[in-house]
């Protein structure tokens, strides 16, 4: 270490705690006064702890952890190990097969009750210990080395580090664990556990005796909580099914005798364990590891239990828990009539717009959409008429604010647009990232934005409205001059150049371009920088011009040829001699380019739709 610099263990805690680790150190402070419980002892090594210990720990999704008090002293796992043992059963032999010999259902009774199945001595879930010993026993492996091996990797794999084995809680329970042991008997006795007894004890008190802290078990817990995914390591530990399914049984039985309580009080799935561990899950948001000795009568842990309440009411954490509204999965619905795509139109095909654009639909989607989100946008879908015979309708889907979209969502949304194609309408997507989000949309185009001038070009085009972007129109037909009286028509016709641009091409980069009246191909507008955004384009008939440079310390959007083609070129030596010669003509003309209504030119004010975002 570097000297003169403070070590961390320098610096009071109470200053620096984040927000979330001032909650676990107050809450660790209210609790730990609270000294109720007792050791469990039929153990002899777990009745040697300090009863006083008392961790807290709460690790996220993103990898994060925070945590309070005694979180980094290892502890032994005992049953909190029982969920993840399930879970490498359930990798090794599937569901139904474990199923078949393990159950599900809570028993409402002690962790160490007698609860098997009348007859086939099918404990009754996992969680108990008659269902861990069993459970254990599934677990593939070339003997009991073997199978305790692979256990010890993946509960490891769970906390991101190698765990490491108590050599004398698990000496201590062997020499002590007869009621486990009379368990396996019965069992074995019933035909339902298949193996030797001793040899199945052996694994399942090893499994027991895996050390971890509170911070670990966090680790393992939003393992689950992200669908089997480590998020520290980012390794796949289990599957997303098998995580789900973990929790399933953690939350109907992982609290023993206190199972429904809990569910009804804290509502989260959950295990403990004898020695005072208790793992708890927020699906889908984070994990928490909790480890105070000190046992209540139904043997979870005092100062576990009170924390985990306080914290699922505090942050709101119950599974049952509504909550709330999200914001609307519709973020815009509307027409051409009124939203307009980034394309600079001319005069005509404005008015085409205007009387027809409501054969274009639009839909904006936003945010996480799932079943009953899916459903809003069906709901909405099924009122965009259908078209006439023999005439066609569109409708624009800008996906692009959509931030997951679940499978059964993807598939009701792209039935619903095979629903739309049936009724004659084109359904268009405009999303350059996720390719493939609906397969049966017609067209598929890299933005929203895109995506409607596409519509709207295919409208003009079935209105004989659209100047095909090869079809050269005469200047003299440009807007901007069909405009102007004959004199100054004659007058800006000699001013102008002929220009000429490829595609990629970058047009009116230099000062010396003032003016450009667009005859054929097209035009976009981008913004400067790493991340260019196409603000919009122009096509024949319209204009774009550099006088009004936007100098407001924002580098100057930049003009690409989308398409080839050509225009008239109105330069700074040519614009002076317009000033000196005939003022009057300039007067007109910028007259003209400043109102939008009577011709298109670029930069415009009005915003299009898609200058939005
Ligand atoms: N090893 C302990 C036992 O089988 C685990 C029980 C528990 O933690 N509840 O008795």
């Known amino acids: ?107 409402g ?20 210990n008659a269902g861990a010993i069993l459970t254990t026993s599934l677990v593939r492996g070339d003997g009991p080395a073997a199978r305790f091996e692979r256990i010890r990797e993946l509960l490891s794999a769970f906390a991101g580090r190698p765990l490491d084995m108590d050599e004398k809680v698990f000496a201590s329970e062997l020499e002590t664990g007869d009621r486990n042991r009379a368990l396996a008997y019965l069992m074995r006795n019933a035909g339902s556990l298949r193996c030797d007894v001793d040899e199945a004890i052996d694994v399942y008190f090893r499994q027991c005796a895996l050390l971890a802290t509170a911070a670990d078990v966090a680790v393992m817990a939003a393992t689950l909580a992200n669908g089997g995914i480590n998020p520290c390591t980012k390794a796949t530990v289990v599957s997303q099914s098998i995580a789900e399914h973990v929790l399933a049984v953690m939350a109907s039985c992982g609290m023993y005798d206190y199972a429904g309580e809990w569910l009804l009080r804290v509502g989260l799935p959950a295990k403990s364990g004898v020695s005072g561990g208790l793992v708890a899950v927020s699906p889908g948001q984070f994990g928490i590891g909790l ?15 009170a924390a985990s309440r306080v914290l699922a009411e505090r942050f709101q954490l119950h599974l049952m828990h509504h909550p709330g509204r999200s914001a609307p999965v519709i973020a815009h619905a509307g027409s ?146 069909a405009a102007l009286d004959d004199e100054a028509r004659a007058v800006l016709s000699a001013a102008v150049s002929p220009y000429t641009y490829q595609r990629e091409e970058r047009v009116l980069a230099s000062d010396d371009e003032v003016l450009l009246l667009i005859l054929s191909g097209r035009l976009a507008a981008y913004t400067q920088g790493a991340t260019a955004r196409r603000l919009g384009s122009m096509g024949p008939g319209t204009a774009v011009t550099r006088l009004q440079p936007l100098d407001d310390g924002r580098a100057q959007p930049m003009l ?47 915003p299009a739709w898609g200058s939005r975002r």
């Open 291 to 305: 480890f105070s000795p000190p046992l209540d009568a139904r043997g979870n842990s005092v100062r576990a239990v």
């Open 109 to 128: 009774e002690a962790f160490n009750a007698i609860s098997l199945e009348p007859g086939s001595g099918r404990p009754s879930n996992p969680m108990v």
């Open 336 to 481: 051409a009539v009124t939203t307009r795509s980034g394309r600079l139109r001319r005069r005509k095909e404005r008015d085409v717009l205007h009387a027809h654009g409501g054969d274009i639909d639009l839909r904006s989607l936003q945010g996480d959409i799932e079943f009953a989100a899916a459903e809003v946008i069906l709901q909405s879908l099924s009122a965009v008429p259908a078209a006439r015979p023999g005439s066609a309708r569109w409708l624009v889907l800008d996906v692009q604010g959509i931030s997951r979209l679940h499978p059964v969502a993807a598939r009701m949304l792209d039935a619903a647009v095979l629903e739309l194609g049936t009724r004659g309408i084109v359904v268009v997507v405009g999303d350059g990232h996720r390719r493939g989000l609906l397969p049966h949309a017609t067209v598929e185009l890299p933005s929203p934005e895109e995506a409607l001038e596409w519509c709207e070009d295919a409208l003009l085009d079935r209105h004989g409205a659209l100047l095909a972007p090869a079809a050269e129109l005469p200047l003299r037909d440009h807007d901007v001059l």
């Open 1 to 107: 270490m570097r000297e003169g610099k403070p070590t961390p263990e320098a610096v009071p805690m109470e200053e620096t705690a984040d927000p979330i680790t001032a909650a676990l150190n107050e809450l660790h402070a209210s609790l730990a006064s609270d000294s109720s419980g007792t050791l469990a002892s039929y153990i002899p090594q777990l009745a040697e702890v300090d009863p006083g210990q008392f961790g807290l720990a709460l690790a996220t999704l993103d990898g994060r952890r925070y945590q309070a008090g005694d979180a980094a002293v290892p502890f032994t796992l005992q049953s909190v190990s029982k969920p993840f043992v399930y879970a490498l059963a359930l990798a090794d032999l599937g569901l139904e097969e474990v199923l078949s010999r393990v159950g599900a259902e809570p028993s």
């Open 560 to 606: 690409v040829a989308e398409l080839p083609g050509e225009g008239g070129l109105l330069r700074r030596a040519q614009l002076e001699r317009l000033e000196r010669e005939h003022p009057r003509v300039l007067a007109r003309l910028w007259r003209l380019l400043a109102s939008s209504r009577e011709v298109g030119c670029w930069p415009v004010a009005a």
